[in-house]
């Protein structure tokens, strides 16, 4: 039997109580217990399978059930047993306040790992709120606080008491291994699906300034957000306005995913025979919409998203080719020019590309996966490194699994998500620091060299992934994204370091003839990169991104002067710091 502590209403422990649970005593996490009753900020009920008999309630869209005190400890796993629709935990970080949130809505009683949590991120309450969906009815029953202890962070800042380390370098500018597009630099959209979030005037100016030249539009509720559940159908006007407002597209390529079928369709995580053409008509009409409406081109219709999973576990995947099959055909009947591809598989699994290809390749135009680097935000920074090397080579075996089931014909390939960790929850700082913008910059280099025709970073605004945060400010992969169609499209030439691990090299000759290179400190030390002069003697600017440009993200990529203490000498160092990015040109 588990025993654990209990924190009664009066905030005081009982001494080692047991749990009285009626229901899966023996899963009941050890730790501090605290009835949700014992803080509720909503309606009290009685209910025999919960905890002492009773339970916390509420209606009410975005309203707290419990509010509860925090136990003495540092660090704590905090588990809710729950049932009916999500949760967040309220927390406070940097001042500004968070919720995480937990999506699964168990039919009876479940306890939830809600995460790990410092208690300076908590405070002395524990806020328990529900969300907006009143077909599920929350209900809180206890939580538990673990006391655990947190590992620390990847650092963004270098170690200073590490010893600078002097490492050599060679280009051979005259000598193209392979080429980064403008479609290498592309984005993930979503905001235009909320026509208000769209017309955000500073969201559509930054769209504007990037310029992206391939911009994909994705949400896992597309089809919810776009159509009206009444009329079992897309809502036209909805879709003409979120396009309108959505000025900073410019003459981007769209890649549009319609990612599943709605929920008023089915809940249903595979659709039978007859919802398969039904939904293929639907897609199809969506089509006609976009061709005759709103008059918009779509340069990549992209179906489905992350489906292979649900279709292989119930040993459905033949289906899940059919299905595409049949949407595909909807989209070319109505538009016989269209680009179909897809499937966007959750990560590029041999098995799945090789059935999707035995079964679809007469049908398709290109193909799309996913691929991120991590699930865990403790990782350490040299191994989220190393992940860029290993998304390559999923992505070269990929293509030649493209090559070899279509040999005849030009079918595009595309990482259509890329970033540094597959969960939003928690909050992975690597999304928006300088770590991993020289992540994203060293996997967009590698990536590329594999011949794949486009990129597109998950995604462009919002807290947990965008490269702007939700209010519009810029993190450090937005500096890196700017500097992309300037600088860092073109032909990359050959080069090599002493310590790849260290410091990666990135020379771009571009199309004019000028030249830039892209120079990635890896390592939490400063890099003198030696002979400097010899490496790029037609150098003219620079500018850097690194710990201060995440400590002050305002204030942008910092400018470097390339003065003659750094240019004459031949044997000349450039100092680079630990965790950086700093970009050379031969211009201005």
Known sequence: MNFIHRICVSLLFFSLAPATLTKAADATPQGFLVEAESGTAGEVIEDNSASGGKAVTRQGDW?????????????????????????????????????????????????????????????????IIRNNDNANTLTIDAVVFAPVVIPTLPPFEPDENLAPLVINAAIDWNKKIGSITPLHWGINDYEILNPQNAADEKFQAFLKEQNFALIRIHNGGFSDLW??????????????????????????????????????????????????????????QLAQIMRDDVKHPIAYWELLNELENNYEKEGKLDDLWRLFNKVAHAVKTVDPNAKIGGPAFTWPNPKWIEGFLKNCAGHIDFMTWHNYA????????????????????????????????????????????????????????????????????????????????????????????????????????????????????????????DDEKLLEILPIVRADGSRALLLMNKAPRTIKLAQFKALFPNAKSAQRIDATTTQKPENGPAKIALNDAVLAPEDAFLALPGYSLTLISSTE
């Open 63 to 127: 309203q707290p059930l419990v509010s509860l005190p925090v136990p003495a400890g540092d660090n704590f796993k905090i588990w809710v047993r729950h049932k009916g629709g999500p949760f967040a935990l309220k927390s406070t970080i940097g001042g500004k306040t968070q919720d995480n949130w937990k999506w699964d809505k168990p039919t009876d009683w479940k306890w939830t790992d809600a995460g790990n949590f410092q208690r300076a991120t908590l405070g002395e309450k524990l806020t």
């Open 227 to 284: 159509t009206d559940k009444n009329t079992r159908s897309w809502d036209v006007e909805k879709i003409k306005v979120g396009f309108a407002a959505s000025s900073g597209y410019g003459d981007a390529k769209i890649m549009l995913n319609v990612a599943r079928w709605p929920g008023w369709f089915s809940v249903n995580s595979t659709l039978t025979t007859e919802q398969e053409d039904e939904f293929a008509a639907l897609v199809g």
């Open 374 to 497: 991590s699930g865990d935000i403790y990782e350490s920074n040299e191994v989220v490194f190393e992940k860029a090397g290993h998304i390559k080579s999923l992505a070269s075996d990929a293509i030649a699994l493209v090559q070899k089931y279509a040999p005849d014909r030009k079918i595009e390939t595309f990482l259509s998500e890329l970033n540094v960790k597959w969960t939003w929850d928690p909050f992975e700082r690597r999304h928006a620091n300088n770590v991993g913008a020289i992540f994203m910059a060293s996997s967009i280099k590698n990536v590329a060299l594999t011949g794949i025709t486009g990129i597109t970073q998950w995604h462009v605004k919002g807290n947990a992934y965008g490269m702007i945060d939700a209010q519009n400010n810029r993190r450090p992969p937005a500096y890196l994204y700017g500097w992309s169609k300037q600088f860092l499209t073109g032909d990359i030439a050959q080069s090599k370091s």
